[in-house]
């Protein structure tokens, strides 16, 4: 599936929380999260994409190969699909979401600039 955007649908484009790609809420709800779909389920549910992905975020990366790119490594993006990614996403989880993703054995690293100076 393409990832063009028509100029109409800008304002429905939203970042997801766990791993900031940018895709539109209509996406979201018909494809799920390429990344985070196994824990996030995401599919299907509106009232979780609203809940795990924001509309407030800032900057985009588009990657081809995010194995090779210096900007994935540096944008903890590295092992991720190839597609759209906001720099910064601003929003936090549920804490209902948050124990869900520590349940899986996600490690969740805040999007939003916070996290920067902490080590992976």
Same mark, same amino acid.
């Given at each position: 599936?393409?990832?063009?955007?028509?100029?109409?649908?800008?304002?429905? $484009?939203?970042?997801?929380? %766990?791993?900031?790609?940018?895709?539109?809420?209509?996406?979201? +709800?018909?494809?799920?999260?390429?990344?985070?779909?196994?824990? /996030? #389920?995401?599919?299907?549910?509106? &009232?979780?994409v609203?809940?795990?992905?924001?509309?407030?975020?800032?900057?985009?990366?588009? /990657?081809?190969?995010?194995?090779?790119? *210096? =900007?994935?490594? *540096?944008?903890?993006? #590295?092992?991720? =699909?190839?597609?759209?990614?906001?720099?910064?996403? &601003?929003?936090? $989880?549920? #804490?209902?979401? $948050?124990?869900? $993703?520590e &349940?899986?054995?996600?490690?969740? +690293?805040?999007? #939003?600039?916070?996290?920067? &100076?902490?080590? %992976?």
């Open positions: 599936m393409s990832n063009f955007v028509a100029p109409s649908q800008v304002r429905s $484009l939203r970042a997801c929380m %766990v791993c900031s790609v940018v895709q539109t809420q209509a996406r979201f +709800i018909r494809e799920g999260c390429p990344n985070c779909e196994s824990f /996030l #389920d995401l599919l299907n549910h509106p &009232d979780t609203q809940e795990c992905t924001s509309q407030k975020f800032d900057g985009l990366i588009t /990657l081809a190969d995010p194995t090779q790119s *210096w =900007v994935a490594k *540096w944008q903890r993006l #590295d092992g991720y =699909v190839p597609g759209v990614y906001a720099v910064k996403v &601003d929003g936090s $989880l549920p #804490d209902e979401v $948050l124990s869900h $993703l &349940d899986s054995g996600v490690r969740y +690293i805040p999007r #939003d600039g916070t996290a920067q &100076d902490e080590e %992976v």
